[in-house]
């Protein structure tokens, strides 16, 4: 029988950004403590004598991909903004969130980003589950696959 199961493995990183026409204090050039959860769900691998039996993806891998697609450095695959080349290479972490991403970076947009980032650097669509990411400790956007379809 193929059991399953949700793995969560969390991160953080620390970024500038700004909200252009936002009513408050968020327009002006800010940074945040970021807080990632980046839940896989998957089936649990059952090949006694392999290093990932029972998992359904080694900690250790998911955090090396995650590094090395978004927060580290971008992936050669990450749509960025047109003002990514003016920033320093690398990731998200330590990063100008606007410019290197082109969008508008609320968490909701930063989530769906971070979706199609991990997507777009390997990660199967179907093995996502559910990202979280808190902007402050009082405050975080969760996505899972019913927020990514599109009505
Ligand atoms: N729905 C959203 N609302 C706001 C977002 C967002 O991404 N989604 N972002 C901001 C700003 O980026 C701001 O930096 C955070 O605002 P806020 O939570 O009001 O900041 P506080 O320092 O007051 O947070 P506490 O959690 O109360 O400490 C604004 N709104
Ligand atoms: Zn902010």
Redesign the pocket.
């Known amino acids: 029988m193929t059991r399953y199961a949700i793995i969560t493995k969390e991160f953080t990183f620390e970024a500038a ?1 700004h ?1 252009p026409n ?1 009513r ?3 327009r002006r050039p ?1 940074g ?1 403590s970021y807080r990632l959860q980046i839940s896989l769900r998957g089936p649990i691998n059952q090949t006694p004598g392999e290093s990932s039996d029972g998992m359904v993806m080694d900690f250790d891998d998911l955090k090396t991909i995650v590094n090395a697609t978004i927060l580290e450095q971008l992936s050669d695959s990450v749509p960025r903004g047109k003002e990514a080349q003016l920033v320093e290479h690398g990731g998200l972490d330590h990063n100008d969130l606007n410019a290197l991403t082109g969008i508008r ?4 947009n ?1 989530v769906h980003w971070i979706w199609d980032a991990l997507v777009a650097g390997g990660v199967p669509d179907t093995l996502l589950y559910r990202i979280r990411l808190w ?5 975080y ?1 969760e996505i899972t696959h019913a927020e990514r379809e599109e009505l």
Do not use: F, P, Q, S
């Open positions: 950004h909200l936002h408050g204090k968020c800010h945040h970076t609320t968490a909701e930063l902007e402050t400790e009082k405050g956007v």
